[in-house]
């Protein structure tokens, strides 16, 4: 063989690996997409904003253990009208069975939503309620800040943390 064929046939070669490589990467490539998992709905800020609804919601049922399933197992709630910090599943429970009696109807006044990454966010700002005296139907209305922090667990997003304090000025 001379120089020139062996040249030649190293071209040849080297251009079939190349075509060979090229063409496995794009198989590679498109099965990857067909296997991959479909595109998950970006976490917005109205989304996040959206979940006090849900929330709102649960509390018009009356019922406590309901209002409960919003959160997490290990969520903290630092409640409006109770000074006890409530740890567990049990405690948020007996707050929200002492607070519905009231019938509360929240509302929100003011919201700031920070998305900080597609499982968690924080929504601040201010809302209010419209409570119902149980025993003489009179209505009055509480406003207070709050604080809900989300994480998405297993697909749902729960609260993890929730701080409501009525506003220093009344």
């Keep these: 063989m001379t120089r020139r064929s062996i040249t030649k046939r190293a071209a040849v070669v080297t ?11 794009v198989g590679v490539s498109s099965a990857g997409s067909e296997s991959a998992p479909r ?15 849900g929330w709102n919601a649960a509390l018009r049922t009356g019922d406590a253990e309901t209002v409960a399933d919003r959160y997490a ?3 903290v709630l630092l409640p409006t009208v109770s000074n006890r910090v409530r740890t567990d599943h049990g405690g948020i429970v007996d707050y929200f069975e002492h607070f519905l009696v009231n019938k509360p109807a929240g509302r929100k006044i003011q919201t700031v939503v920070n998305v900080l990454d597609g499982n968690s966010a924080i929504d601040t700002g201010v809302y209010e309620f419209t409570l119902t005296d149980p025993d003489t139907g009179a209505k009055r209305l509480v406003k207070a800040r709050y604080t809900y922090e989300y994480e998405k667990r297993g697909g749902e997003w729960l609260i993890v943390n929730h701080h409501s304090s009525a506003m220093p000025e009344g």
């Design 15 to 25: 251009a079939t690996a190349l075509v060979a490589v090229g063409s496995l990467a």
């Design 39 to 53: 595109s998950v709905p970006k976490t917005t800020k109205a989304r996040i904003a959206g979940l006090f609804d």
């Design 73 to 75: 197992d290990d969520a």
